[in-house]
């Protein structure tokens, strides 16, 4: 039986502007079994980043992870500190961002 690294459930991220939000992802779930590989595709704009970082239960300036649960190699990330956040991240869990200049361009 597979041993499940990463399950988001439910998870709501919104950006804010002028006093106003507007939902990012809305309800989505996801689960990732340890040697699993997913790729996560869209247009431009259409919360890839977001998901990602939310993965991590971080959100970027402007945005805010509204609700929903993030469990990740059995820790509930949802659950956890700010301070025991910022250990993990980094060392138990990354994003990396894709490099724009060396992303694929259909047009070639």
Known sequence: MPERL???HQLRVEGF?????????????????????LGIIGESGAGKSTLGLAAMYYSRSGCRITDGAVV???LALHSL????????????IAYVAQSAAASFNPAH
């Open 6 to 8: 990463l399950s988001i």
């Open 17 to 37: 502007a002028q006093g106003q939000s507007r939902p990012i992802l809305h309800g989505f779930d996801l689960e990732l079994d340890r040697g699993e590989v």
């Open 72 to 74: 990740f190699d059995g």
């Open 81 to 92: 500190a700010e301070t025991e956040l910022r250990r993990l991240r980094g060392s138990r």
